[in-house]
């Protein structure tokens, strides 16, 4: 189920420069570079002469050229240089998708080119606000369909058990009794999990001892199709959370799950340090940190779609615990009846 007419993230601006990137999204495959100017810019990875990847390729004054036969394309896929040869064919182009750099995150159009509205792109201004929220980023692929680490993210109950080192800690029973919030958007849902008198998982101490137990909390709002923005934290038991000092643990993260293809995707994240942002080694230690949880998400999941592969999905139940996923598959599925209302 990947909706074509739909912003994803690309690439990290920092990944993007005027060496070609190849990579596929949505079953196509992409190069992503930069002009000599500095603008990034998305073409299909295949030259219109010959159908060589143009990744292979060279980013030159008026384009990109290909490096087999020596065809120059520019900006918006036209060709505009053929060697030895005046006459250009009007067919002489390649696609063009739109692409729009924000907070640090490339987002591209896969589908309709006249639908690309920029309006719809994910606001993160977190990644902008560097004095107040340091963070660092980074991709990593996945051997899954990007829905189901939309459906992982969003299941807090699995926290304690695939992550008791780590985010989750070992006390199932505080995720399972958790105050929660969820709420339906016009595009996606809020999920909002409130855990009181609980134990500091090991990532909380790890980056901020705390003497006793603490009241935890965790935010989602989930962008259909493929954005997750988090924030999560806590403070003593008891504290007010508006204003407790240290010791206090704040974290966000926005995560980004793009198609690869049917059965693999790229993953996005950012981890902001919100509690010791003048501290650079503090925003590395959670960092450090998040990464252990998210290679324990990425040995589940990756398990989980090889069964899926070999045995489908029929026989597979919900849960009481499933009701944010199954919300935001809705989400995702309404936009899929947009874009095709005869499906």
Not at 119 to 143: C, E, G, T
Not at 262 to 270: A, G, I, N, Q, R
Request: glycine share 6%.
């Amino acid at each position: 189920m990947i909706v074509n007419n739909a912003w994803y993230v690309a690439a990290w601006a920092d990944e993007v420069t005027a060496k070609p990137l190849a990579r596929r999204i949505c079953n196509l495959p992409v190069v992503l570079y930069r002009t000599l100017d500095g603008e990034a810019n998305a073409l299909l990875d295949s030259c219109c002469h010959r159908g060589a990847p143009l990744s292979l390729g060279t980013v030159v004054e008026k384009g990109i050229r290909c490096n087999y036969h020596g065809l120059v394309f520019g900006s918006d896929g036209v060709c505009v240089e053929i060697p030895n040869q005046d006459n250009i064919p009007r067919k002489a182009r390649v696609q063009h998708f739109p692409l729009i750099e924000q907070d640090q995150m490339l987002w591209i159009w896969h589908g309709d080119a006249d639908k690309a509205d920029a309006s719809l792109i994910p606001a993160y201004p977190f990644h902008n606000d560097v004095r107040n929220w340091p963070h660092k980023h980074d991709m990593m692929p996945v051997q899954c369909h990007y829905l189901m680490l939309v459906d992982n993210l969003l299941d807090a109950t699995h926290l304690a058990y695939v992550h008791p080192a780590s985010v989750g800690g070992s006390v199932a029973n505080v995720h399972m009794v958790a105050k929660n919030q969820l709420d339906a958007t016009d595009n996606g849902i809020t999920l909002s999990r409130q855990m009181s008198n609980a134990p500091a998982p090991p990532v909380y101490h790890n980056c901020v001892p705390f003497p006793g137990l603490i009241d935890r909390w965790q935010e989602f709002e989930f962008i259909a199709p493929a954005s997750v923005i988090q924030y999560s934290g806590g403070v003593p038991a008891g504290a007010d959370r508006a204003t407790a000092g240290a010791p206090r643990f704040d974290m966000r993260i926005f995560h980004a799950l793009t198609p690869e293809t049917d059965t693999s995707c790229f993953y996005f994240w950012s981890t902001a340090n919100g509690h010791d942002t003048g501290n650079p080694a503090a925003t590395a230690k959670i960092d450090t940190e998040i990464r252990k949880a998210l290679a324990e998400d990425k040995l589940m999941v990756e398990a989980q779609q090889a069964r899926i592969n070999e045995l489908g999905e029929d026989r597979l139940v919900d849960n009481r615990a499933d009701a944010p996923r199954v919300m935001a598959r809705r989400a995702v599925a309404k936009l899929m009846q947009r874009q095709n209302p005869a499906a």
